[in-house]
């Protein structure tokens, strides 16, 4: 017990929609009523939970019910899911941003928050007036920030911007800085959210490794929310899985990946016109999706080498422009990272007629990837020229689940190893 430095003990948080606060002077003046009679708030009996996809009946809605974990001196704890299943509203509630509806936070030692761009910072103070401002909201003296002030503005790589006000940095610089500051101030316990996304592949490397040293070297305590499920592997030793303000998975960082990843396979499973998180003006909707082999029969997996067709079965409502007509589908590992894509425009593919109902036949002559498990994003668009934005018709992310097996792609009697994609070469010693 005594390594436990956070401890969440049936957290949850209940918003009302379309307004701000939680409700109605009336609603305020039932609940004074029924707390001074010492009875339980009426309100925490209603609402619904937090399916950002679904229409619901209740102006209520539960975006945390019953979370409880601990975390432990040098742990680094992973929280991880889909837009809206409670992510960020957690960290708020753990860096007491806000505070929960119903539920406890118990924690030992000072807590410092990177939720979101320019958190905590002053726009019209310089970044080293910041940097002062930030350690003295975390408790800490003028001399203790000065001991530090160095280290934070040469981490950050802002040196030339260091006197120059905040307001002024661009979104990466201003990641950077708050970054340093909350890393170099040593807190106990450090949370990060997806914010580092805004910087670019070199800081959020050196984040990371600052991140692996606090935690195995200081034996601090680090909260981490990302989409990126490679930094979670890495980075982290435990994981939670949330969805719809729920918890459905607690374990190690890879068993947390894998339940979040397996969990998505489900989209498969699903009617493409019942996905409702499809975007575009549907001028034209992909109905099914699908793979046939070389002799025109339907395949559920696929082998690396082998040739094959992908389908997508449409019905067309309304005019498009063939000479515009676009469709880009970008692949996915099972670390949420894209691998390959394949795009019309950049085939120089051209269409000479849409018909009201048919099939786009995508000819893949010698599958080059390796075995795994791959997501399929699509994307049709109409396209003027390369200097101006697709107009989307229909986009879909997780549209299709592309299992790969190992094959003999080179046809040497050697079986491909795992993963990734292969790049034809010729090899030669002179």
Not at 180 to 199: K, Q, S, T
Request: proline share 1%; aromatic share 10%.
């Amino acid at each position: 017990m005594t390594d436990i430095i956070l401890k969440a003990e049936n957290i949850s948080k209940q918003y009302r929609l379309g307004l701000v606060g939680t409700g109605t002077i009336s609603h305020d003046l039932n609940r004074w009523w029924y707390r001074i009679r010492g009875k339980e708030d009426p309100y925490l009996k209603v609402g619904e939970s937090n399916d950002r996809s679904a229409k619901g009946n209740s102006d209520y809605v539960w975006a945390l019910q019953d979370i409880n974990f601990e975390v432990k001196r040098g742990e680094v704890l992973g929280i991880i899911g889909k837009n809206g299943a409670g992510k960020s509203t957690l960290l708020k509630i753990l860096s007491k941003v806000t505070s929960p509806t119903t539920g406890e936070i118990k924690t030992r030692g000072r807590i410092a928050s990177l939720l979101e761009v320019g958190t905590g910072f002053h726009g019209e103070m310089t970044g080293r007036e910041n940097i002062y401002l930030n350690g003295a909201i975390l408790g800490m003296t003028k001399k203790e920030v000065s001991s530090k002030i160095e280290e934070i503005i040469e981490f950050s790589g802002c040196q030339r911007y260091i006197d120059t006000p905040v307001k002024r940095y661009s979104s990466g610089m201003t990641v950077r800085l708050a970054f340093a500051v909350a890393a170099f101030l040593e807190p106990e316990i450090l949370v990060v959210d997806e914010v580092l996304a805004v910087g670019d592949t070199e800081f959020q490397a050196k984040a990371i490794g600052k991140m692996q040293d606090i935690s195995r070297g200081d034996g601090r305590t680090v909260l981490f929310v990302s989409h990126n499920m490679a930094s979670v592997k890495k980075l982290c030793t435990k994981g939670v899985v949330l969805e719809n303000g729920k918890i459905v998975f607690s374990g190690d960082s890879n068993s947390a990946v894998n339940y979040y990843l397996n969990s998505n396979y489900e989209l498969t499973e699903v009617s493409l016109l019942n996905r409702k998180e499809r975007k575009g003006n549907f001028k034209l909707k992909v109905e099914n999706i699908f793979i046939e082999d070389g002799e025109g029969k339907k395949v559920n997996e696929v082998l690396t080498g082998e040739s094959y067709k992908l389908v997508f079965e449409y019905t067309k409502f309304s005019t498009i422009d063939e000479k515009q007509f676009t469709i880009v589908l970008q692949f996915k590992n099972e670390n949420d990272e894209i691998v390959n894509s394949i795009a019309t425009d950049e085939l120089g593919t051209s269409f000479a007629k849409i018909y009201d109902k048919g099939r786009i036949e995508i000819v893949i002559p010698k599958l080059q990837f390796r075995e795994g498990n791959y997501f399929m994003n699509y994307m049709i668009s109409e396209r003027v020229s390369l200097s101006t934005p697709h107009k989307v018709i229909d986009y879909l992310a997780d549209a299709f689940l592309m299992k790969v097996n190992k094959g003999d792609y080179w046809k040497t009697g050697v079986l491909n190893r795992a993963k990734g994609f292969i790049q034809e070469a010729s090899i030669h010693i002179t």
